[in-house]
Every structure is written in structure tokens, then in C-alpha cells.
């Protein structure tokens, strides 16, 4: 049975790939998964079909036999699960891989959300200028604390895992701010997310489709 996700129609970010569809096509190249995309516009995402998918009327989906699932953390790991090569066989390294999945998800990626909030949605407050800072020392913090954990190393624990694919995702959300670039052992980790074939293969997709 054929796996179908869904994506923007066309991404606001006009290719960059950061959008939440590129991690679930991420781990499909990296499991060797064919998919197929359904594509769906901000109206389509809050009509009843897609609502019947999504709750929150968002993207991604990823539908499958039957199976239909929302969230890229729990389709990430629903994929990492059922193929090769996105975590340990070993117990306890593949739980220490989940356990950094979940800290890419609710702890790192949280106030890189919180800055895109400030600038996009709350800009025009008379309070943004002052809230701007805050909200980017605290992801510095994370970020410090993250560089300290990774130091020298490849991965961020032995081999390459679904917890480094949604690490390397969530930090990518940060370039744009520049504040990536101020940690380079961060910078170039994600930069060998980004040189993986996987990684390439699932850019390569998303731009055809969100390229201006
Ligand atoms: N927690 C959910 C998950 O991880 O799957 C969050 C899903 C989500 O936020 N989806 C966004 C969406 O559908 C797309 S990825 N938004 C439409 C809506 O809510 O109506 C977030 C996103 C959007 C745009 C950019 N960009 O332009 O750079 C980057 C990321």
C-alpha cells in the first residue's frame, strides 16, 4: 500500500525546505520509502476532508493503508520504527535516539517558534521591540546548552538517528534569524544533516513544487 503525505500547495517559505513536510519526505528517503504528496492550499487545510485527517487543519499527514496519522514527531518516529537506519537496534541507544526526538520537539524547537511568532504575528505590538531580544536570548540559551552536549561529535549520540533528523530540521528554522551561525559546531551539524543523499532527495522535492 502506497504512503501519501500531504504538503503546502505552495510553502510561504518558497522552497527554503522549512516547512514540516521536508522532515517526513526526509525520513522516507532515508528509510527508502516511496511516497506520493497530496497537496493542499491554506483553504483546503480547514475544509472537512483534510479536517478528517488533521484536526488542526494543518500539514503534514502521512496516510497509509488505512493508517492515517498527524504530527511530524509521531510520523517521523512511526516511520523510524517500521525501517532501517533511523534508530538503534540496540535498547538503550535507541531509547537515548527517542529521547533526543522529544527534546528537538519540546524543548529546542519551541522558542524558535516563539521567535517566528514575535516577528510575524505580534510585530506590530508596541511592545515587539521589546520582546524581540528575549525571545532570542532564550533560544541562544538552548542552543548553547546543545552545542556544549554535541562538542566535537558527528551525531548527538553515536550514529546518525531520527533524533539528529529532527534536530538538524528544527535548528534549520533558526538561519534565517542568523542566530544558527553564531554557534558553528551547531551550524555545521546541521550542515551535515543537509549534505546526507536523504536530505538532498527530500529538498530536491519540496523545491520543485515550492520554488517561486
Ligand atoms: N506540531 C505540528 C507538527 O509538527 O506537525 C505543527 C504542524 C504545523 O505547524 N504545520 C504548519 C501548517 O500547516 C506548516 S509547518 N500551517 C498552516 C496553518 O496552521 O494554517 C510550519 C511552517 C510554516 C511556514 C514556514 N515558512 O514559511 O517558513 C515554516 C514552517
Redesign the pocket.
Known sequence: MSIVISA?EK???GG?G????TRVRWALEEAAQPYDVRYVS?QA??EPEHLSAHP?????TYEEDGLCL????A?VFHIAQRHQGLLPKDEKARARAITWMFAA?STVEPPILDL?IAKFQEGDKPWAAERLPLVMERIRAKFRQLAARLGDSEWLDGDFSAGDLLMVSVLL?ARPSGILAEFPTLDAYVARGEARPAYRRAFAAQLAVNAA
Open positions: 503546502f510553502s510561504p517559505d527554503m522549512l516547512a514540516r513536510d491554506f487545510m480547514k488542526f487543519g494543518q500539514i503534514p498527524f504530527e511530524s514527531g510520523i520537539l517566528a528554522r
